[in-house]
């Protein structure tokens, strides 16, 4: 155990992980005058948000979104503006139309940002789905505007969430929730299932499937009581809206990476945090694989799930053992995760359902999404354990149409996100990482995934240059995430908000002076919004000046409330 005196380079604050939101929180500190140690376990920073040229031989030029592809939630956060990212080189491209879903019968489901395109192009199957979806996508982004201030705030800082509430916000709350019927109708909506609620509004399977399918991307099958939150997914994309960073994913890591740069910070990659090191329970330092220790003046802060950083990076006896029980037996992760594939195409793929001379539809999301019920069998199966790719169902990308940058000219990119489980039953101790995963078997499944895109896209199979594939078990070692699981714990209403990841460390604090939490297994959780980073960044910089920081919030929240500006 290293003492003070042996830990060499000293900085403010020591980020375990370089992922967006570690990168966001060290932008926030930096900007506040503190500084900033990074510390990555792969050769680049960036997390999930990376953009690599990842089969170079095969495929040149060709640059791939190795996880996180399509952002919406940023849109909700200041972060953007507050850190001028467009003077770092951050460029958005909006996606519009931003999904399309191709059915088997030749029938389709295109929504454009514009609610009265979308309701055009519904109406073509259905009057009724098409007044319904109006309704629907209206009250889920009234929903969004409603909950927006809790996203942007620390989940148990009743002061801090009351600053973010205006005019609209307020408004929207009474819409939602401002009578005793409307506030029941909500609590409803939010604990039943999306099946139910998409049965309740609509006749076809043609508007229920895509929605299912993006209300799934919490994880879980649409039949599952409490995930209804996934259903805001395809409302944001008409507000906000949806958009890509020009260059895939990666140029947001590139900009926040120029901008921890520019401010002085550091970020050291190849370096594996082994240790948190605590004493007088107070997180001190690190150390790193190969013994080099480094020094946290005021703060540690955890980018990584808070299962390896509790049970892996601390000692025993520097956690409650209530708490440890807690990490290890509550948190739940429902064994779900992706099978991710990476193409490399020598022409776009031409889907039968709709052959235009642009490429327009394909510029957003593609779902294979035939019914709920194929949306229920892809996302149960693989909690059980099964690989669902008999009839696969996926959700895909050709990022090269919107973004001609990533592929060389009149090539494309083909992104491929495939529900599978990381333990496969029957498997137990067997493949990588004992998760019964082999090359053999993830290309099989590969293979399968393909041959059912390659029924809605049949010039797809001959346009295949190259591929990768990762299993869940490669995805889980390369994210370093439990069980693959991206959102380092489920997005299930029983770990989100105020109980993310546990009631007793939800506010980006824990019970081990200056150790922090940050990243996807805080509020308000996964995906690109940058918002861990932003709210664990205000906590620590409140914890350096509680008094003033207090007043001033105090003193805001009286002009705020008194409309005097």
Not at 10 to 29: K, R
Not at 517 to 526: K, R, S, Y
Not at 542 to 554: D, G, H, I, V, Y
């Amino acid at each position: 155990m290293g003492n003070n005196k042996h830990l060499m380079e000293a900085y403010d604050a020591i980020i375990i992980g370089a992922g967006h939101n570690g990168l966001v929180c060290g932008a926030y500190l930096l900007n506040a005058g503190y500084s900033v140690l990074l510390l990555e376990k792969r050769p680049v920073p960036g997390g999930a948000a990376t953009t690599e040229e990842a089969i170079p031989k095969e495929a040149p030029g060709f640059k791939f979104n190795l996880c996180a592809i399509d952002h919406e939630f940023i849109f909700l956060a200041p972060v953007i503006e507050e850190l001028q990212l467009h003077k770092y080189g951050l460029k958005y491209l909006t996606c519009d139309p931003h999904t399309f879903c191709p059915h088997p019968d030749g029938k389709y489901f295109l929504a454009h940002q514009s609610l009265t395109k979308t309701k055009a192009a519904i109406a073509r199957y259905s009057a009724r789905d098409a007044e319904k979806y109006v309704e629907f996508i209206g009250y889920w982004s009234k929903l969004m505007s409603a909950i927006a201030p809790f996203f942007n705030a620390p989940p148990q800082s009743i002061l801090g969430i009351a600053k973010g509430y205006k005019g609209k916000n307020l408004a929207d709350v009474l819409a939602i929730a401002g009578s005793k019927d409307k506030a029941l109708n909500f609590i409803r909506t939010m604990i039943t299932s999306p099946e139910d609620l998409l049965n309740e509004y609509f006749d076809t399977e043609i508007v229920k499937a895509p929605l299912a399918r993006l209300a799934a991307e919490i994880g879980a099958p649409p039949s599952q009581k409490g995930i209804t939150a996934g259903l805001m997914m395809l409302a944001m994309r008409h507000h906000p809206g949806m958009a890509r960073p020009k260059g895939g994913t990666g140029a947001l890591t590139q900009a926040l990476v120029k901008l921890v740069m520019a401010k002085g910070g550091k970020i050291l990659t190849e370096q594996m945090v082994q240790e948190v090191i605590v004493e007088d329970n107070r997180a001190i330092g690190v150390r790193v694989a190969g013994g080099k220790e480094y020094r946290a003046n005021q703060g540690v802060i955890s980018n990584i799930d808070v299962r390896r950083l509790f049970l892996q990076l601390i000692a025993p006896d520097a956690v409650k053992p209530e708490l440890r029980d807690k990490v290890d037996r509550r948190i739940t992760n429902n064994n779900e995760t992706i099978l991710k594939i990476d193409c490399a195409l020598s022409e776009v793929p031409r889907f039968t359902a709709l052959e235009t001379e642009t490429q327009e539809h394909l510029i957003g999301t593609v779902l294979i999404a035939d019914s709920v019920a194929h949306v229920e069998q892809a996302h149960s199966l693989a909690t059980m354990g099964q690989i669902p790719d008999a009839n696969p169902s996926m959700y895909l990308d050709i990022p090269s149409v919107l973004d001609p940058t990533l592929a060389p000219e009149g090539k494309h990119t083909l992104w491929i996100e495939f529900f599978a489980p990381y333990q496969i039953a029957g498997k137990e101790g067997t493949g990588l990482d004992g998760t019964g995963w082999t090359d053999e078997l993830k290309n099989q499944t590969a293979d399968n995934v393909l041959k059912k895109l390659g029924e809605y896209a049949p010039n797809l199979q001959n346009s295949i240059i190259a591929r990768r594939v990762e299993s869940p078990a490669e995805l889980g070692a390369r994210l370093g995430s439990y069980k693959g699981n991206y959102y380092h714990l489920d997005m299930t209403l029983d770990q989100m908000i105020f109980l993310r990841p546990l009631p007793e460390i939800a506010n980006y604090t824990t019970p081990i002076k200056n150790l922090y939490l940050t990243g996807a297994g805080t509020h308000p959780g996964g995906s690109i919004s940058g918002m861990p980073g932003r709210n664990c960044a205000r906590v620590f910089l409140n914890r350096q000046q509680p008094f003033t920081k207090a007043q001033q919030s105090l003193n805001d929240l009286w002009r705020s409330l008194l409309n005097i500006n």
